[in-house]
């Protein structure tokens, strides 16, 4: 084990209270044989995965397998809605694609469509929430989505307050710390290590972002092995989101925001 999985047991091992974890993967419609390897890594190691699903890049085939492999083990994929076709609609600020310069019925008019699309493929096995691509929305975005039957929200930790849905943040970004390694010369899988560590003692639910279509092999090996490590510990509990929401608010405050890749 290396250094810093030794200093994530031990994170894990003086949390305070039992943890509760969860993996988000974003982008589904985009590199299909790059999601299957991923749900292949995941199932194997039991952990639950939710995969935040883009309606206008996800056909009827995709969804097909997509239920074919939730239907073999209900409890380790869930499925929800990921914008609508995952463009940026911004020129002067940060990547959005329900951001400030759109009008609510713009926004409204692409969140129906895409719900739409996506209970039309999965039915009752999609759940009510809502991953913004880019981790980001306008402040007006939760009421709409309110409005039009979702219920919750997932961005990162540190997003603005908005009191219109029940929210659910990721924490740490497993493509940005395994690129910022990359970029400087480090090993790879000691950031990611490092900063779910520096999380455990704030309390959970504790979330890690994934993007499929941004890892490679090497990825899916440290992964396998950092999910094998939390799936193992006694003071950690795996969940679907929807499992988490369902459950009493415990979220903690905010803190520094997780940056997206998508």
Known sequence: M?????????ALDAAP??????????????????LFALLDCTGEAGVPIDLAVIPQA??????ARLLGRKAAAPRLIGLHQHGFAHQNHETTERKCEFGPSRTPEAQRADLAAG??????????????????????????TPALLAELGFGALSRSRGAPAQQALPELPVD????KHQRLAREQ?????????????????????LGLMLHHA?????????????????????RVR???????????????????????LS
């Open 214 to 234: 941004a890892m490679d092999a090497a990825d899916l090996a440290l992964l396998s092995r950092l999910l094998h490590l939390i799936a193992g510990h006694s």
């Open 58 to 63: 996800t056909g009827a085939a995709l969804a």
């Open 17 to 34: 209270a039992p943890l509760d974890f969860f993996l988000r993967d974003d982008d589904t419609g985009w590199d299909d044989a790059a």
């Open 172 to 175: 740490v970004d497993w493509c």
């Open 115 to 140: 719900r739409a699309l996506l209970l039309e493929r999965f039915g009752d096995q999609l759940d009510p929430i809502f991953t913004p691509p880019w981790n980001r929305c306008s402040p007006g």
């Open 238 to 260: 795996c969940w679907p989101m929807r499992e988490l929401l369902a459950r009493p608010p415990t979220l903690p405050p905010s803190t520094a925001p997780a940056e997206s």
């Open 2 to 10: 290396t250094a810093a999985f030794v200093t994530l047991a031990a």
């Open 185 to 205: 010369g480090e090993a790879e899988g000691p950031r990611v290590a490092h900063e779910l560590a520096g999380r455990v003692a704030s309390g959970g639910p």
